[in-house]
């Protein structure tokens, strides 16, 4: 079993910060990518941001310059700190984890239940 668990999101105004986390946990023998996506009301998942094991960065390019992503490979943990939130940025936030359970085995993609992050104007 895996498990990811995501935190921090909440209600802000518009401008302010947040800093959403995402913890995995279980069967897990390495993590390559982790990334963190969004949903809002009546529109698709889209990517926000990902980084590699080795800290390779890639963001979307509506939060480019306000988000930054970073990880802890020791705790299997990934973090979104997001500054400067508009009202567009509101959305239930997904973290994704691309892991292998065990030696040898293909990786396979994870997700966690989503945090919602609300921003008013």
């Known amino acids: 079993q895996v498990q990811l668990v995501e935190s921090g999101g909440g209600l802000v105004q518009a401008g302010g910060s947040l800093r959403l986390s995402c913890a995995a946990s279980?069967?897990?023998?390495?993590?390559?990518?982790m990334g963190w996506y969004r949903q809002a009301p009546g529109k698709q998942r889209e990517l926000v941001a990902t980084?590699?094991?080795?800290?390779?960065?890639n963001y979307a390019d509506s939060v480019k310059g306000r988000f930054t992503i970073s990880r802890d490979n020791a705790k299997n943990t990934v973090y979104l700190q997001m500054n400067s939130l508009k009202p567009e940025d509101t959305a239930l936030y997904f973290c994704?984890?691309?892991?292998?359970?065990?030696?040898?085995?293909?990786?396979?993609?994870?997700w966690g239940q989503g945090t919602q992050v609300t921003v008013s104007s």
């Open positions: 980084i590699t094991w080795g800290g390779t960065a």
């Open positions: 994704n984890a691309d892991l292998r359970r065990r030696w040898r085995e293909n990786s396979q993609n994870y």
């Open positions: 279980g069967s897990i023998f390495s993590i390559n990518t």
